[in-house]
């Protein structure tokens, strides 16, 4: 069987990861993959948003399966030119992939299912936001309407911050398209998690709760990443809460969706606010979280690839997946300068000692082979991963393999699994 899994961070490390050990064995192939999927499959030379290349590679070399980690590719319909050539793809067509590819879309489809969100206007025009803006008072929060490389979204203290993220998307086009049309938005107070959705069309799976941290630094201070860390399960989604999320917030979208002749087939994340009032969705995204993957995988027991195949057939149960108990935690080793302007090319050392340690799995995200060596090549260098006996164990195990990796200027947030140690507690 060959399988190809489309994208090259941490989370496509982790998918790659993941389908080596199922039982059909598959051959894998990486496009463009990094240093960690090299080593589990072969890596190919095209991008991840070459929506051509890939199809011409694939009518070629005809995978039995392909998925499709990133959204930019989905956005852009490579599942709907996948299924016109009669190839087997895991994911949402575009226009189901617009769940994440306009969070104005996303926020009509919640309004009318009644999903619970923030409430949220949108707007072409500076000023009328402004006076929008102006009438609501603040916090609040504005959101460019499209793909924005996670840099869409501030969450404003004052008005004059909100004026100035207002002017930033539809004067100054900071986001081009993307940000021609914007969302002004309720802040909403509480505590994060993440939940994915197994979809089929018709049938969802939930898998286990996880929860990211997406600020730069300790104390979640510092500008927004594409996440630094994350653990599953999540605490704070208490078993009380899983009926709620199931039927008011994914049945309910699914069932809109379908309404307006839209199928939703791969993995709807709802990213949630805990607040006083129960959990609210602050977005939807079309695929796995990064990091979140990486937390939930080591987790999931038993094979990927019939679950993946259950969802493009239409045959996807619940018991096609179980848990193991033992809670997992992904620690992000960052480049020097991430998620601002950093270098790249640093000699990354200690990946075979830490990743030697029981329970340590190292998942490689920017990552790059350079003669008999590992460099760094992006923001987001590694994904340090472990599980453990309790989430304590796993964060400390999670550490001890971070100590021994090196390279110049790393950086990573100390506090990951902090906060559900509290909720614990
Ligand atoms: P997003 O790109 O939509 O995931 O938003 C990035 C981050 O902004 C989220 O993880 C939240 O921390 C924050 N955020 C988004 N929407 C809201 C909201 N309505 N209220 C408070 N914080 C929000
Ligand atoms: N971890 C956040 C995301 O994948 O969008």
Sequence with gaps: ????????????????????QDSRRPEIFCAPGNAGTAALGSNLPIGAEDIGGLLEWARDEKPDLTVVGPEAPLCAGIVDSFEA????IFGPKASAANMEGSKAFAKAIMQSAGVPTAWAQTFTDADEAKAFVHE???PIVVKADGLAAGKGVTVCK?????EQAINESLVDRAFGDSGSEVLIEECLVGEEASILGLVDG?????????????????????PNTGGMGAYSPAPIVGEDMWPFIRSNIFEATVSELKKRGIEFKGVLYAGLMMTADGPKVLEFNVRFGDPECEAILPRWEGDIIPVLEACIDGTLTDDLIR???DPCVCV?????????????????????????????TVFHAGTKTEEDSVVTSG??????????????QAIDTAYKAVSIIQFDGAHYRKDIGAKALKVLS
């Design 1 to 20: 069987m060959k399988v190809l899994v489309i994208g090259g961070g941490g989370r496509e490390h982790t998918l790659v990861w993941k389908l080596a």
């Design 85 to 88: 050539s009669g190839l087997r």
């Design 136 to 138: 609501k008072g603040a």
């Design 158 to 162: 004052s008005i004059d911050e909100a």
């Design 202 to 222: 018709e049938h969802i799976v939930l898998l286990a709760s996880s929860q990211d941290h997406k600020p730069a630094y300790d104390g979640d201070a510092g």
């Design 323 to 325: 848990w193991k108990d």
């Design 332 to 360: 992000v080793m960052a480049s020097g300068g991430y998620p601002g302007a950093y270098e790249k090319g640093k000699l990354i050392k200690g990946l075979d000692k830490a990743g030697a340690i029981d329970h340590v």
């Design 379 to 392: 923001g987001r260098v590694l994904g340090v991963t472990a599980t453990g006996s309790d989430l304590a």
